[in-house]
């Protein structure tokens, strides 16, 4: 697995998920063995999460290097968890 590939995944895991109700891709960056995506998606709840990911490819397999997030209610005021 590339770095490509391991970015069109997580698109598909997040269009597959049962409680995003939607995303955008805010910034993606493939390297070929190295990458970065940013997302914001919005859950079926009407919550608020923004998700980002600094990540390797070790041996054709994704491994984390930096990750956050941050979820919020849905006026954007309240921090639920970070």
């Known amino acids: 697995m590339d770095a490509q590939q ?3 995944e997580i698109k598909s895991r997040l269009i597959a998920s049962s409680i995003a109700a939607s995303f955008a891709i805010v910034e993606e960056k ?6 970065y ?7 079926v ?11 390797v490819i070790v041996d054709g ?3 984390p290097e930096r990750y956050r997030y941050q ?7 309240t921090l639920r968890n970070r």
């Open 6 to 8: 391991y970015l069109t």
């Open 30 to 35: 493939d390297l070929n063995d190295c990458g």
């Open 37 to 43: 995506f940013r997302a914001r998606v919005q859950l």
């Open 45 to 55: 709840n009407t919550d608020f999460l923004e998700i980002a990911e600094y990540f």
């Open 61 to 63: 397999q994704p491994q």
């Open 71 to 77: 979820w919020m209610d849905k006026t954007h005021q």
